[in-house]
């Protein structure tokens, strides 16, 4: 690689007024637009971002480590925790690399909750995102509210389901946990039917706001090549313009069954990422809307998944998902014994915050709340 | 035209703002104490202990097996297995807790001690209003605490607790079946033994 390749992919150098005295912010750990404990070290000439450090780790839990002294199952309950606005799709994620460990099969009832659960908490993420993403432009409120609304039905639909609204810990190696309650499929046919309504609404409230799109187009680009070497993934590289989605590159699950696009974005900005969410979140309905009528009756459980004494054999396995923030992995190894030798997650809102002071450069520092905001990141998952 | 974009999105609030007034459907917050949610029948938050019959201490399900407090994954449980046996609700000798207390400060709610526990003994509560301003001994629940009756139990989770009753009944009657089959195999045994006692016998009678 030539010199002015790698170049390419450093930030780019500031000039800077020799005469005028950088002025350093802190920015967080305590700060109502990190969205949790982050700092970020900020250097500024004027209101011009000249550099950008990121520092992070207030929130770590010590989760690897933790998983690999204790059972498979019990590392199920802390996946929860890890995003824990999607924590049905954290289970997904660790299950799979589970059952391509141990070589466990899903029934087919299990794969179609596993997708309408999954389906079901990519809307409420997305939706609340550009909440928390108007909230950091100054909409105090309103969008932020909207979209807890309806949040708030879907977390209600998986308390009927699991127990608990957020920290789900429904899906099993081989399955799920229990089966669908009574009339749980009619309550998210309703919902499903209604969800169109809520995103129309959403988009008349912000789609055309000419005060969004002053603050968010052009603002916070990112070049595909960069995203690319930097593994971002999720809605922050499709906004580049990069076809990449893993429930269509990976055919994990029956993702093969339902037809639904992936939405790419042209500019890489903000505006960009707003909207593939939003367009997602009907791509998510679409996919509901095939799924709910198709769903089998049968077992939800591999009769070999066992929940005490499971040893898989030794081996290694590497399991991911597209979770509503990019691509989550786990990686796990095997001793034979009953608690896995190594355990690693690879977690999408660390490696798309990577790239914030590349993003952040030359630009305001106000924009920097709103480019740090649509990363769309969970501190829970950043630090671990 | 600049500002149509906004007056769109006022005139989205303004609806939803009008509309509340109109539609019950719009008002989605209830003001809690006075006003309350039915609660989700699969609710979890705490475990507790089920008990059968009337004594909370004599009919707990739990036989000490301590699978629970191994597989917890923030280890809140501890249990101190009893040296003697006694007899449980079907009065079968068992071993007992002779402590069982749950750290609910440290427990995460995540039911995997139900999941693991071979008796049916521990279940998940729905009570949720639990603050104390005793941060340390307020929030270790000892069995005395956390014994609950299984009416209890087949009140805050009727379609799980009837399925565990008719599993349990099953079990039951499978091992009443089984010592009554066995009583009889013994009384069989018993005649047959008799029967051919008295059949070596009869012949030295006989002589």
Request: overall charge negative.
């Amino acid at each position: 690689m030539s010199t002015s390749a790698i170049r390419s992919y450093l930030p780019p150098v500031i000039e800077v007024d020799a005469e005028n005295e950088l002025l350093e912010v802190a920015m967080g750990p305590h700060h109502p637009s990190t969205h949790g404990v982050f700092r970020m070290d900020v250097a500024l000439d004027g209101e011009r971002v000249v550099r950008l450090k990121p520092v992070f780790g207030y929130l770590h839990r010590n989760h690897e480590k933790i998983a690999e002294k204790t059972t498979y199952l019990a590392s199920m309950p802390y996946t929860d925790r890890l995003d824990y606005f999607c924590s049905m799709t954290n289970n997904w994620a660790y299950a799979l690399a589970v059952e391509k460990l141990a070589g466990l099969e899903v029934p087919e009832r299990a794969e179609y909750i596993r997708v309408i659960t999954a389906e079901l908490t990519r809307i409420q993420n997305h939706a609340s995102a550009i909440g928390f993403l108007m909230q950091e432009m100054g909409a105090s409120g309103t969008p932020l509210m909207y979209a807890f609304r309806e949040r708030e039905k879907i977390l209600d639909l998986f308390e009927e389901l699991s127990g608990s609204r957020m920290m789900c810990n429904y899906m099993r190696f081989g399955g799920c946990r229990v089966d669908l309650p009574e009339g749980w499929l009619d309550r998210v046919s309703r919902l499903v039917a209604e969800l169109p309504r809520f995103v129309d609404e959403m988009e008349a409230l912000l789609t055309g706001n000419e005060i969004l799109m002053a603050r968010a187009q052009g603002v916070g680009v990112l070049k595909p090549d960069l995203a690319v070497n930097a593994g971002v993934t999720g809605v922050m590289l499709r906004a580049t313009g990069v076809n990449y989605d893993v429930r269509k590159v990976d055919h994990y699950g029956i993702y093969d069954r339902f037809a639904f696009r992936v939405p790419l974005g042209d500019h890489g900005d903000i505006y960009d990422r707003y909207m593939l969410r939003v367009l997602e979140m009907r791509e998510s309905i679409r996919i509901l809307e095939q799924a709910l009528p198709q769903i089998p009756a049968g077992p939800i459980l591999d009769p070999k998944s066992k929940p005490r004494g499971f040893r898989p054999k030794p081996g290694e396995a590497y399991g991911r998902i597209e979770a509503p923030k990019g691509e989550l992995g786990f990686y796990l190894i095997s001793d034979g014994s009953g608690n896995p030798y190594r355990y690693r997650v690879r977690p999408p809102s660390l490696i798309n915050l990577t790239i914030l002071e590349d993003m952040c450069l030359g630009q305001n520092v106000a924009d920097v709340v709103l480019i740090f905001g649509s990363v769309d990141i969970v501190l829970g998952e950043v630090d671990r | 035209m600049l500002g149509e974009g906004i007056l769109k999105g006022l005139a989205e609030t303004a609806k939803n703002f009008a509309g509340s007034f109109v539609s019950e459907e719009r008002l989605t917050t209830v003001e809690y104490p006075e006003q309350r949610l039915p609660q989700i029948e699969n609710t979890r938050d705490f475990p507790f202990l089920v008990y059968d019959g009337e004594d909370p201490m004599a009919g707990l399900r739990c036989v000490s097996c301590q699978i629970c407090e191994k597989e917890c994954p923030p280890k809140c449980i501890y249990i101190v297995k009893s040296t003697d046996k006694k007899p449980d609700y079907v009065g079968k000798a068992q071993f007992y807790p002779t402590r069982f207390d749950i750290d609910i400060s440290v427990c995460m709610s995540c039911q995997i001690c139900v999941e693991v526990c071979p008796f049916d003994a521990i279940k998940m509560d729905t009570e949720f209003e639990l603050s104390t301003s005793d941060r340390f001994g307020g929030l270790i629940l000892d069995k005395h605490k956390l014994a609950k009756p299984n009416s209890y139990y087949q009140k805050i989770h009727p379609t799980e607790a009837a399925e565990v009753d008719g599993r349990l009944e099953e079990e039951k009657q499978k091992l009443e079946a089984k010592a009554k089959a066995a009583a009889e195999a013994a009384a069989a045994k018993a005649a047959a033994d008799a029967a051919a006692k008295n059949a070596a016998v009869a012949p030295e009678g006989q002589a």
